[in-house]
């Protein structure tokens, strides 16, 4: 009896029909690689008393408001989530457009066994950007020699919104490839810049 009642509740709930709102939503959730599901709201693993559609990004959230999704789409870890990877060579630039918002490297005089700094800013029509988290942080930067003898992996910290920085010693001179790493709107972007060390 209890198997035909569940059996029931399911086929009910799968055909319950979706407002246009909520079938946007779902098409959102479900892009997104997210549970879309009917099930009693959480919010930070604590439950609201209601029960809805909504989407599931992780264990601790199902959320019935798109907007509340949407706000809470950037905090999340973006390595599962992104759906398109894109790759672009600054060609000697230091600052690099991409549709309608920009990144810029700013650096000190490179030059070795010197503690420099590194910047990373990056906005939109003067606003700065909310990036996604992969891997736990916001960007990544991996410098390498061109005789690839050197391999470094820097974790670039927020300074401000619309800029990470991180330092680093360079201990041998000569000519060296930056790549960012950072998610924006569910894209992975890979930026590379080279580097000559004095």
């Known amino acids: 009896m209890k198997l035909h009642a569940l059996l029931l509740t399911l086929l009910l709930a799968c055909s319950t029909t979706l407002t246009p709102e909520e079938q946007s939503y779902k098409e959102l959730c479900t892009k997104n690689n997210h549970a879309w599901m009917r099930m009693s709201e959480l919010k930070d693993g604590h439950p609201t008393g209601n029960t809805c559609y909504g989407c599931m990004p992780d264990e601790k959230n199902h959320l019935c408001s798109k907007e509340e999704y949407d706000a809470l789409l950037p905090k999340h870890d973006a390595h599962e989530a ?9 060609n000697g630039n230091r600052t690099v457009n991409i549709h309608d918002y920009s990144v810029t490297l700013q650096h000190d005089p490179l030059e070795t066994d010197k503690e420099l700094d590194f ?3 990056y906005e939109k029509q003067g606003q700065p950007l909310t ?3 992969t891997h736990s942080a916001p960007m990544h930067a991996i410098i390498v020699s061109k005789d690839l003898e050197k ?21 041998k001179p000569g000519k060296y490839r930056m790549w960012i790493e950072f ?5 992975q972007h890979t930026i ?7």
């Open 131 to 133: 990036l996604q988290l």
């Open 183 to 187: 998610t924006y709107y569910n894209i």
């Open 82 to 90: 992104h759906i398109a990877t894109m790759l672009v060579h600054a």
């Open 151 to 171: 391999f470094y992996h820097l974790h670039p910290e927020l300074e401000k919104p619309g800029t990470l920085s991180t330092r680093h010693i360079f201990d």
């Open 119 to 121: 910047k990373f800013s």
């Open 192 to 198: 590379d810049f080279d580097l000559e060390v004095k």
